[in-house]
């Protein structure tokens, strides 16, 4: 993994640069550059019988947002077909 944190802005000192370097390398494989699923571990939610799952009508994008929306989705879409 090529890490390049000399573009970042002047928000961390050369120590936590440093740090953050180690980090990145350290945990290489948990940031990749393509989405994916996390594949760690399953998992599951325990609930009571007296609770039932919650039904919400889908929300509408503002309209400014729509096309940014839709590239986004595209790219993902694009990215795993």
């Known amino acids: 993994m ?3 944190l000399n ?3 002047d928000v961390l000192n050369a120590q ?3 740090q953050l370097r180690n980090l990145l390398q350290r945990y290489e494989g948990l940031f990749r550059n393509l989405p994916g699923k996390v594949k760690v571990r399953d998992h ?3 609930v009571t019988a007296d609770n039932s799952p919650k ?3 889908p929300y509408r994008i503002h309209i400014a947002l729509q096309k940014e ?3 986004q ?3 993902l ?3 795993w077909t």
């Open 2 to 4: 090529d890490i390049e």
């Open 7 to 9: 573009q970042m802005p």
């Open 16 to 18: 936590q640069k440093y």
């Open 44 to 46: 599951f939610v325990k």
């Open 55 to 57: 039904r919400l009508q």
């Open 69 to 71: 929306v839709e590239l």
């Open 73 to 75: 989705i595209n790219e």
């Open 77 to 79: 879409l694009e990215t």
